[in-house]
């Protein structure tokens, strides 16, 4: 049994020579599972407990373990009576989810896949909140006296300060609002690539069910992807601390100054913003190598990154935090831990030297087809007519079949496709491997032990979401949702509707071990694709829908999953957070259907153009299209042994056995690091480079390793109090400039007022490589 011993939060501090007299909670003995904490160990608030973050030398330790993150940075304070669905969470609540679900479906058509980030909606909804405290009438009364029956009308418009719990569930329904629902890429490829327009009805009832199917799958596994210590999601810390910087310690010097470094970059990163997205789109991927080689289509494969679908960035420098930051790559530098980092960048390295190689040596014909695209070609590298192979009514005709002949991926396609499918084997041996025992132990006395995390047991004094809630809601949604797929003609049987969320039930504990562990989200996609394929040929469309249901319905169960782990840490009743996730799920399916609609019409000939612009982009639309038409319509003479493609299926067997070495390494030597090798990780990002702007990622492993090692091991003191807050300040900055561009001249709006060429934003590449295709 390890010891770990808390100290209390920074708000508690005054100043750096009042550390001694801070006073918490100390010497909580924590199982090595991280579920077992007893609450009797909790000691006297009033003895001095700052030892407990020293080492020998009497310098703070790194923060190191899940406890650690579960018990050195974030707080246990708690005030059950304070008010939370008052009319201010209401208001900024309905607000902000129809501000993040309008934000997130034009970040979906971006050229680089960029979700709303939570620490963006987060500042914007403490600075209503606090105008809103401001401005509404309400009683000035102490709150013994609020209670009385004249006050319960004004107390509800404006009980005082704008307190923690109302801001959590405004973010939370908001942050669910933003999610963006695959559902919009079948009704986008719809329109775009079948002419086929999905009535406002079907469309907007088939989001919301798609949003929320999952809930039921989310009741279920709570209980070991919530509770458990060792359920840490660590890319939730910059979120709670923000809170806790916000709400706690208000007249604390230490918090102050917190306060102050917060504002102070957020203000400086919108300002900044405007440079490498607007004004000077070079600052996006500087690259040494095209400047001295314009003309050299090599350089810009390799070196090239600032364009969409340009290159691999290799040795780029991006000054663009859209980019570098959580918001455009992959994981949050400044947060995920660094062996996750490491395993996904030793991933990129693996992936530009096979990109190169396959295209080096015309490896799939690669030299006949673009660099990098998620489209489908004939031989000769025009783009591939795929209507013309399909009957009427969207299913395989094998008669044109012959006539047209079988499309082709681009060669970086095809090695994103072999990374997605082999590490769902990864995962599945790795969550055996290294986890299957601890969360067999929660499952197997769920009913007889109860959980001892801290914050769990905070949590006691609320009433818990009964199961059933999520059980009834999941069955409303099965029958509209199976339903809807026969009304929308999507071609996808009863059992195939089924099929796809058994698919997505299994492997939530599975994927969303890792998830909740490292803070890594993998993709089902492609394996859902593969099992519809194979279960219902020559049906594009079909497939779509049962990639919908198989995928996304384990997608929103972790983001769901997530948010229930949001308000353990930050003590919102787990009633109110199934309320506001519920209501932001609908709010987001509505916006994101009339949303789509405008963009579509809009900007129909770049969504359709394989690199299309710096604002618009129709990527992911373009490969989720494709995935449907290969896997769906072209599943059997594409993926059958002996096809084109036919050893792409055979990854996923072949990808079973790559942890195992690892592990048996550890076994042998475990003091050697090898459990910090994520198999799945290394394995999912080979195809990391295959789409989209790519000169960030050496910035952005560059600026993990200075936090995630240097600050996090060196200065621990710094990394505890600021390094969070640093990341939400950047992302919240950023976010807020990319809202305010793409409306002001970004073209959001309706007109796109470019800015002027200059040497800093040049035609052409930003980054003055040679333009492929030109």
Known sequence: MATVERKLSDSSMSDEKSIANEKGPLDLPVLDAGVDVDPNAVGDVSEDV??????????????????DYALRLVSLDDDPTLPILTFRTWFLGLGLACFAAVLGELFYFRPQTVQVSGLFLQVLAFILGRGLEAVLPGP?????????????????INPGGFNIKEHVAISIMSTTASDQAIAISVFAAQDLYYNVSVGPAIGIFTLIT??????GLTGLARDYLVYPTWAVYPFLMPQVQLFDAMHRGQGAF???????????????????????????????????????????????RIFGGAAGNEGLGLFALSLDWNYIGSGGSAIGSLFTPLATQLSIYSGVVVCIIAFCACYARNVWHAQNFPFLSQLLFYQNGTEYDQLSILNADFTLNNTLLEEQGLPYYAASQTLYQLSRTAYIGTAVTHFFIWHFKDVWEVVRNVRTHECQDVH?????VYKEAPLWWFGALFCVTFGVGLGLCYAADSGLPWWGFIVALIFSAAFVPILGTLYATVGYQPSLQFLIQMVGGAMIPGKPVANMF??????????LTLNMLRDLKLGQYTKLPPRVTFLMQTIGGIVGGILNYVIMKSVIAGNREILLDVQGTNVWSGQQVQSYNSAAITWGALAKPLYAPGARYGFIPWMLIAGLALPIPFYIAHRLWPKAGFNFVFTPVVIAELGYLSVGINSS??????????SQWYLRKYRPRWFRKYNFLLSAALDGGTQIMVFVYSFAVGGASGKAVPFPNWGLNPTGNPDYC????D
């Open 456 to 460: 769990y047991q905070k949590m006691k």
């Open 770 to 773: 040679m333009r492929l295709g």
């Open 697 to 706: 990622w050496m910035t952005s492993l560059a600026v993990a390793v200075f």
């Open 210 to 215: 798609s949003q929320l199917i999952g809930y």
């Open 254 to 300: 230490l918090q102050k100054k917190r306060r102050v470094f917060f504002w102070s970059v957020l203000i400086a990163i919108f300002v900044w913003e405007w440079f490498p997205e607007y004004i000077a789109p070079t600052l996006t991927g500087i690259s040494i190598f095209c400047l001295a080689d314009r003309k050299s289509p090599w350089v810009t």
């Open 50 to 67: 700052r030892a407990i973050d020293l080492d020998e030398s009497g310098k703070e330790r790194p923060i190191e373990t899940g406890e």
């Open 140 to 156: 000035n009364h102490a709150i013994d006296k609020m209670r009385t029956p004249d006050n319960r009308f004004w107390r509800f």
């Open 546 to 555: 049962f990639t919908l249901y198989g995928y996304q319905t384990y997608q």
